[in-house]
């Protein structure tokens, strides 16, 4: 069965950039029929809080990707203690002293020589009498994990072949001083007790996914299928990193963006397919090819997302606004004119309230020019006491038209600012037809 995982670490809300990694998982495990596990990535106790998790299983469900259980790595340091225990035994792990001071020092020292700035293993020949004297000097050091320096290859789900000199990369500390597992150790441990089947990440991870392979291996598992899905940058290709905390999945929720129009982006974008606007998740599902995806960083523009979502809500059927509708005051004979009023002539369901406002007040700041002011009183003295009907804009206007002279947009252009205080909007019959007070000048 196909088992996959999105592993956020509950050190802040989710963003774009997480949601990519988080759909991926989910649509790989519903597209087999199989299972998606949300992990907690939470052994770092400083930095964890539950406002967090909760954001993120908020955030998770207000976009609908359905999770089959929870997982939290702080409930199962047991398990990484024994891992670690068998480590140990093999003679794969090893404690370290050496301040991060010092390994700075050693850094840039290779550098200077124009070498890969990959950890020396002085630890490794320190003899039992040194060891002793350092942990009596510095109390306890950092665990390592001793790689094997083989190639370590692995066929990517994005990149395709990849293999990684495991020698070009330092040999992971999988156990910090202070005795907390990192992340390293607890996500291998967990892929494998949790038979995870597929793991696709940032390309952030591709050296990780190099040691975890071997520590797998060296715990005596396979490993998952991996993929790496490739950074977003912002619109001109630049890093958007440090954006990202503005890009948080609540903040786009606030500011209107539709769940579908989210999703229908980010599950394409990246890929050789266009962006198609889905409707359901199931249609999401069906589309979803990973294959299709390249390594190239992906250009992300937070601009998309407003078309998509009004596109998105003029395709909604009435059944799916109409708790929104009712919540604006609007009576139920009228949601369904309303509604076909307003849907295409919205950004976000907010807007609705602005049109509702209009028709049962009037506008907010009708627009009425010095040189139309007496046509529009005059106008508006023609108009009978609402309410108004389909009809009412055609015979107001042609009695507006007959009494004034007026004709074609130096009739109709001052009525339609007057009435709704905007140049342009929605048929004026439908608008008239909606109107619940008399207009008043
Ligand atoms: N907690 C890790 C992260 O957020 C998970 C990475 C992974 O998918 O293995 O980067």
Redesign the pocket.
């Known amino acids: 069965m196909t088992v996959t995982?999105?592993?956020?670490?509950p050190t802040g809300y989710l963003h774009v950039g997480?949601l990519r990694?988080a759909l991926f998982n989910w649509l790989i495990a519903r597209k087999a029929g199989g299972e998606f596990i949300l992990?907690l990535?939470d052994t770092d106790p400083e930095r964890s809080k539950q406002e967090y998790a909760d954001g993120i299983q908020e955030d998770l469900e207000w976009l609908g990707l359905t999770w089959d259980r929870v997982e939290t790595q702080s409930s199962r340091l047991d398990r990484y203690v024994a891992a670690a225990d068998e480590l140990r035994a093999k003679a794969r792990f090893y404690e370290a002293w050496e301040t991060p001071t010092e390994l700075d020092l050693k850094r840039k020292k290779l550098l200077n020589m124009g070498k890969p700035p990959v950890y020396d293993r002085a630890a490794l020949a320190l003899s039992e009498e040194e060891k002793t004297a350092l942990r009596a000097e510095r109390g306890d050091g950092v665990w390592r994990f001793k790689l094997d320096h083989a190639r370590i290859a692995w066929a990517d789900g994005i990149l395709g072949d990849i293999s990684i000199d495991a020698a070009s990369v330092s040999d992971p500390v999988l156990i910090r001083a202070d005795g907390q597992f990192l992340?390293t150790l607890a996500?291998v441990v967990d892929?494998t007790e949790m038979g995870i089947t597929h793991?696709?990440?940032?390309s952030?991870?591709v050296t990780?996914t190099a040691t975890q392979i071997q520590i797998m291996a060296a715990l005596g598992a396979g490993h998952p299928d991996f993929a790496h899905h490739s950074l977003l940058t912002g619109p001109q290709g630049e890093a958007l990193s440090k954006r990202l905390g503005t890009l948080a999945l609540r903040d786009l929720r606030a500011a209107g963006i539709e769940p579908m129009a989210l999703l229908s982006l980010m599950a394409r974008l990246g890929s050789s397919d266009p962006i198609a606007l889905r409707s359901t998740h199931q249609e999401l599902i069906d589309g979803f090819d990973l294959s299709k995806f390249g390594a190239a960083p992906t250009k992300f523009d937070v601009e998309d997302l407003k078309p998509l979502t009004a596109r998105h809500l003029a395709s909604l059927p009435l059944a799916d606004m109409a708790s929104d509708i009712a919540a604006l005051g609007v009576p139920a004979e009228l949601a369904e004119p309303f509604w076909s009023v307003v849907r295409e002539n919205i950004d976000t369901r907010a807007d609705m309230a602005a049109w509702w406002a209009l028709f049962r007040d009037g506008p907010a700041q009708p627009i009425i020019a010095d040189e139309d002011r007496a046509f529009v009183e005059q106008a508006f003295s023609m108009l009978p006491d609402a309410p108004y009907d389909a009809q009412t804009w055609s015979q107001w206007t042609a009695d507006v038209k007959a009494a004034t002279g007026r004709k074609g947009k130096g009739l109709f252009m001052p009525l339609r600012l007057a009435v709704t205080g905007q140049q342009r909007g929605p048929e004026m019959a439908d608008v008239m037809a909606l109107l619940q007070t008399r207009p008043t000048v």
């Open positions: 995982r999105f592993a956020p670490s997480n990694t992990r990535d992340y996500s892929d793991v696709v990440r940032g952030d991870h990780n």
